[in-house]
């Protein structure tokens, strides 16, 4: 991909001034920072007044990716996503699996410049049917996501968020007929979880996926299911129930944990537990629930909930079988199946 010429920042959308600083009002931290500090994500800084951006245009990883790895089993199953993202987050999950770039510490690591709309090239070069702004975190680099889903969308590209939920509403409601689809961690359904292991709240995120599905955007959820953190019946049962009071079509995704970052004391994920969480989401009456990061037999396929004919078959990040038709109906019952399949 050949760089163009940027800005080395862009100013802030989501700002006001503070009397201690400038407010930023894109997350539900509502940072104030004072003058030449960053922020908790450690990617927008007070200059002169003014909050910037330091990663705009500044992607840290770019790769095409099958949309099954983001994971998106609802969502053109086979189809390639251009993958990307830049420095930061807005949370520090102990367990992080990104870690090395989601908290790789404040001011961005220099990079060549990527205009969004070069970026939006590269995967309509790539054949890419998406663009995932993933990997880290795409609230912290709001402005260049928002630019490049633009330039993606008038390629006729579609675009997708793998995210914390960490927004607030206004900019959520700014990617209004931009963003398809998303896929949102829901990390726990403690709020003493989200403080003190994520450094955040647990409210923001389940507001964000009610938001998103009232706004048509498909939305499929992961929780990394920990060990001794947020495995009880209980609490897979307490988010169980959540995702099937906004929409019992919301896929759930439970992922197996390996020990990573500040989490390394901790045992891998059995395949017990995962089996426990299917369960946990059957019983709560969600209509499609899969595990991933462990190998249980048929727990990545999608079946039909009407005649429990086999619809999706995968094998890890393949698709192995697509029997649902582009008007997206089981082909054996013609129950509807919620999706994007063609």
């Known amino acids: 991909m050949a760089p163009g010429a940027l800005p080395p920042s862009r100013a802030g959308l ?3 001034k503070h009397d201690s600083g400038t407010r930023c009002r894109l997350c539900p931290h ?3 920072v004072a003058e030449g500090k960053t922020g908790i994500c450690g990617v927008r800084k007070t200059v002169g007044g003014t909050l910037w951006s330091l990663s705009y245009g500044r992607p840290c990883a770019m790769a095409v990716d099958p949309v099954e790895k983001k994971p998106l089993f609802h969502f053109l199953p086979g189809s390639s996503a251009f993958s990307y993202a830049t420095q930061g987050c807005n949370l520090a999950c102990s367990f992080c699996q990104n870690h090395s770039i989601s908290q790789a510490g404040h001011e961005p690591r220099p990079g060549p410049a990527v205009p969004a709309e070069a970026l939006a090239r590269e995967a309509a070069d790539n054949g890419c049917a998406l663009v995932a702004h993933t990997y880290s975190e795409p609230t912290v680099y709001f402005e260049y996501a928002l630019d490049v889903a633009t330039a993606a969308r008038a ?9 914390n939920g960490y927004i607030l ?3 959520l409601a700014m990617l209004t007929g931009l963003l398809d689809g998303a896929n949102v961690d829901l990390k726990s359904f403690s709020e003493k979880t989200y403080k003190e292991v994520c450094g955040g709240h647990l409210q923001p995120v ?3 996926i009610a ?3 009232r706004a048509g955007v498909w939305v499929e959820v992961t929780t990394l299911v920990v060990p001794g953190l947020n495995d009880s019946d209980a609490e897979l049962a307490d988010i169980a129930s959540f995702l099937a009071s906004v929409s019992r079509s919301i896929p759930w995704h439970v992922s197996a944990f390996h020990p990573d970052f500040r989490m390394r004391d901790r045992p891998a994920t059995p395949a017990a537990t995962l089996s426990r969480a299917l369960d946990a989401g059957r019983r709560a009456g969600l209509a499609y629930v899969y595990a991933g990061n462990l190998s249980i037999p048929g727990a990545e396929d999608t079946r ?3 005649c429990r004919g086999l619809l999706v078959g995968r094998n890890r990040y393949r698709v192995t079988a697509l029997r649902v038709t582009a008007g997206g109906l089981c082909p054996d019952c013609s129950n509807p199946v ?5």
């Open 169 to 171: 509403a206004e900019p």
């Open 14 to 16: 989501f700002q006001e």
């Open 30 to 32: 509502q940072c104030i």
């Open 338 to 342: 919620p999706g994007l399949w063609g």
């Open 304 to 306: 039909c909930p009407s």
């Open 206 to 208: 389940l507001d964000t």
């Open 155 to 163: 390629l006729g590209i579609r675009n997708v968020f793998v995210t």
């Open 211 to 213: 938001r998103m599905v």
